[in-house]
């Protein structure tokens, strides 16, 4: 492996000639940094960080990102993703300990600290209420896409309510009239809040009360269940809806199979809305769902930099979640 005086020797310069380009290159000429630069690069020299820090030299602060299934589901990817490059953007680096239950959290919060992070992000894949471990007390913690009622932190969440709130109201103008709403648990944060979100659109809005409403059972096998509550609302093969309100869009895709095969197009027999716009599969529908943004990106994004600046609110701060329009509704 490449170390720095192999470096120093190709640059023709001292150690610490090369040290300060890594750390302070504003401290060297512009040619004495280019040579040490070209002579970095021939090498493939990587800095070894954790050895400058046993040293007590200055490493990049880092962010421990504890992930409760965030980085071990494909939903909330972007989370990670925008955390870690703004992390990078700021000069700091990230490292991802992953919990795999919030209620054993033991281990993975005593590796995470072993890493002597100069703040914490817990994150978990799903909006949802979590347990802090009391070894992160007093810590510089904040909370990504949860919450928590152990004790005053800062979250960033989305804010569901007026993503479907927006969202329904959208559809009203368009000239649905009769909805079937398929929505996500009601034990969960998410489902919970965007039926109120739905419901407050249309009570303001005046239309008559013609809407369905059911929630899905907890458990992803439950997922299937949509086609199941589909059927139960059609008219010898008609729908007696013309809006399918989704809890997210694994639902809306159970809902694109059952009614394609069964004849029935969209937008022109049924309107689909979905939620989430899912990675990798939000802009795979044929035709085009139309759909609620997860702000996932900006939830990294904030998260990391209020670590980084040091913020010091306790706040909630709920993240827009903006409509997509596509072709699945008029």
Known sequence: MTSLKDVAKRASVSLMTVSRAINNPGLLSQETYRRVKLAIEELNYVPDFSARKIRGEGAPPSIGVLALDTATTPFSVDLLLSLEKTAQQHGWSTFVVNLFDDNDAEQAVDKLLSFRPAGIVFTTMGLRKVHIPERLSGKPLVLANCVTDDRAVASYIPDDFHGQYLATHKMITQGYRKPLCIYLPDCTLAGVRRRQGFELAWQEAGVPDAARQQHLPFGDQYYLDTAKIIAAHLRDGRPDFDLLVCGNDR????????????GLRIPQDVAIL??????????????????????????????????????????????????????STR
Do not use: K
Not at 251 to 262: E, G, P, R, T
Not at 304 to 319: F, G, K, M, P, S
């Open 251 to 262: 639902i809306a895709f159970v809902a694109y199979q059952y009614l394609l095969a069964a």
């Open 274 to 327: 979905g939620y989430d716009n899912m990675v990798g599969i939000g802009e795979l529908f044929l035709p085009a769902l139309s759909t609620v943004q997860l702000p996932h990106l900006d939830i990294g994004r904030e998260a990391a930099l209020h670590i980084i600046e040091q913020r010091n609110d306790v706040e909630t701060h709920q993240l827009s979640s903006p409509l997509l329009l596509r072709a």
